[in-house]
């Protein structure tokens, strides 16, 4: 079954009177419980590719199908919806929220979904506990290494039960022990709970462990390989 | 705490320089605000309390149209009714009865039209501070019903001092001539112009008999206990008055019915200090307009992430709004708390502003000045700051919803 499904979309900027065709016909489509790599030099397209399928950007042309929902019949409320109940994203900067402490970012998602304090407090423990965070709940971002912000991203990102989670070169800051421990984390919750990942990355480790590698190029996929 | 209250009072904290400026702005603002209208409240009362115990008291009771035209006929028939009735209204600290006339005043040299007043020089003591204002000679006793007080311009006009004899020649109640010689006792100087160039004062029998006025008054001038008060006696002895048919002519009227121009000038006088306070307010509201935009400009890359992970924008001009109502909140209430401090400590110790002692107290005005707190000169300035910096961080927060998350998450 598929959880995105991508048909010939296209992406232009404006960078002042320069025009980037940072798409130029994609087709894709990612089964349930995917864990793909978006491999590709920079500039290539990924990102952009991965801000259209989380809704954060809207594509010139061509049509954006994640989990049943179509983007183009949908208002930025809608999107924004989608992105707290369906999506988890990963960035390469993590992007805590820095006021809050480990457990309350985690707990942020719950609270705009509207999950009960306690519930909420339950749950992030417990997920934080399973990115090996124990003890360091309340420390703030600034207060934690790059690879245990990344861990307490990537537990915001699937606190929620999202049905994909698309994170952008999320082991790009990381060294490369504590990002082999990142991508077996996920790759552990991709297997226990059907989480479907798809990385943007031109780290090997990642594409190393992801069961399919989609290269793009100039806009373009130019190999879509499964392992 | 909720989780939004939580994230706002920790990111007013993330620059505390900038935010204790903004804060110091907003408690200095209030501070000064509830100090100056304090003050100016207190300047007021001072203002009204010598104003009518120089003349017209907090309240008088007439004749209806006795106010607008003055007309001699126009009478309280019988004052001393009306004076059981005053015994029994709470808050009436004193009364006196009085009557006018229009008469030419003559001394051996000059002429001149005035206003001839009766009063009962023991009651009128109770209730004016015209005793105090009577600078050569002497005020009237009991025994003095031709002697007379008269305004030292008037004095100066007529060429006439202490003892010298002054003819009066008017109309009595009854359309018959008034006449009669009254000796100059007392030359007062209440620093109303109007009233030391135009007024004669003398004993009330003697003007009684003198202008045919039987028993009769025009005005019962009324002190009440506090000048708060006014508004609740008038209604107790409108209440009194109302529905006795010998009464039914009678008016009461507050200090305002009777002196319009000090009313008037109160109110452009708080005109005018209301829109120094609105600059001031402009000023500060501008320092928080710059702190949150500055506040949204920094962190407009984690504005994109919260949209990102399904922050909807309205929840974050909410949670910006919150900053700034916290951020003014905490500067109202310092700002408050010191500024009534200020004004409490001022309010026991008065004002003196050095070099006017002798002016003031020239017209029965004391030579300190009381700022009076209340609870409108304690909130209503504070109350118009917090409304002024909400406001001006409304456009902040607006801002935000028209973020979009990709372009957000690229700022630098």
Aim: with cysteine; proline share 3%.
């Amino acid at each position: 079954m598929a959880m995105v499904e991508i048909k010939d979309i296209k992406k232009t900027y404006h960078q002042g009177n320069v025009t980037v065709e940072a798409l130029r016909g994609i087709d894709l489509t990612v089964d349930t419980g995917a864990f793909v790599a978006l491999a590709g030099p920079s500039g290539s397209g990924k990102t952009t590719l991965l801000n259209i399928m989380g809704g954060l950007d809207l594509p010139d042309s061509g049509i954006v199908i994640v989990d049943n929902n179509e983007f183009s019949r949908m208002t930025q409320a809608d999107l924004a919806a989608l992105r707290l109940h369906k999506i988890g994203f990963v960035f390469q900067a993590y992007n805590l929220i820095p006021v809050l402490s480990a457990i309350e970012n985690v707990e942020y998602v719950m609270l705009l979904q509207g999950v009960p304090a306690t519930e909420r407090h339950d749950r992030a423990t417990a997920i934080l506990d399973d990115v090996g965070l124990e003890g360091k709940y309340n420390r703030r971002p600034a207060e934690l290494s790059g690879g245990q912000q990344q861990r307490v991203a990537v537990a915001r990102a699937i606190v929620s039960g999202p049905a994909i989670v698309l994170a952008d070169e999320p082991t790009a800051n990381l060294d490369s022990k504590t990002g082999e421990g990142l991508l077996l984390m996920m790759k552990k919750m991709n297997k226990e709970k059907q989480v479907t990942f798809i990385f943007s990355t031109h780290d090997s480790m990642v594409i190393d462990y992801a069961r399919r590698l989609v290269t793009i190029k100039d806009g373009r996929i130019v190999n879509d390989e499964t392992k | 705490m909720s989780m939004e209250l939580k994230m706002a009072w920790r990111n007013i904290w993330r620059n505390p320089r900038r935010t204790g400026l903004t804060i110091s702005a907003v408690a200095f603002a209030s501070l000064i605000l509830v100090f100056m209208l304090s003050f100016q409240f207190g300047c007021y009362e001072t203002m009204i309390n010598t104003s009518v115990k120089i003349s017209t008291g907090h309240l008088q009771v007439q004749a209806k149209g006795y106010l607008e035209d003055k007309k001699m006929r126009q009478v309280i028939r019988d004052p001393d009714q009306v004076a059981t009735r005053l015994d029994t209204v709470k808050g009436i600290d004193a009364y006196t009865f009085r009557a006018n006339g229009f008469a030419l005043v003559s001394s051996d040299q000059r002429t001149y039209g005035v206003v001839v007043t009766g009063i009962d020089p023991l009651g009128e003591a109770h209730v004016s501070t015209i005793q105090s204002l009577v600078r050569t000679g002497r005020y009237l006793t009991a025994n003095d019903a031709y002697a007379a007080l008269i305004g030292a311009p008037l004095a100066k006009n007529l060429k006439v001092d202490i003892n010298d004899e002054v003819t009066l020649l008017g109309q009595g109640r009854d359309g018959s001539i008034a006449a009669a010689v009254l000796t100059i006792k007392g030359i007062f100087d209440s620093g109303m112009d109007a009233m030391d160039r135009n007024v004669i004062m003398m004993d009330l029998q003697g003007f009684q008999d003198i202008f045919s006025m039987g028993k009769t008054v025009h005005e019962i001038i009324i002190i009440a206990d506090a000048l708060g008060d006014v508004s609740r006696v008038q209604q107790d002895i409108r209440d009194q008055l109302s529905g006795k048919r010998e009464d039914t002519d009678l008016a009461v009227l507050d200090w305002m019915d009777i002196l319009p121009g000090l009313l008037q000038g109160i109110q452009m006088d708080l005109v005018s200090g209301i829109i120094m306070y609105i600059i001031l307010i402009i000023v500060v509201a501008f320092s928080i307009f710059n702190t949150f935009l500055m506040a949204i400009f920094e962190r407009t890359r984690e504005f994109g992430v919260m949209m990102a992970i399904g922050t909807r924008p309205s929840r974050m001009a909410t949670l910006v709004m919150i900053e700034s109502v916290c951020m003014t909140l905490v500067g109202i209430v310092a700002g408050i708390i010191i500024g009534s401090l200020l004004t409490l400590y001022f309010q026991q110790h008065g004002i003196y502003i050095a070099g006017t002692e002798d002016i003031l107290k020239q017209y029965g005005i004391p030579d300190r000045l009381y700022p009076r707190l209340s609870l409108i000169s304690a909130s209503a300035g504070p109350l118009v700051v917090f409304l002024i910096t909400f406001v001006s961080s409304v456009f902040p927060a607006l801002k935000i919803r028209k973020l979009n998350p990709v372009e957000a998450m690229n700022h630098v």
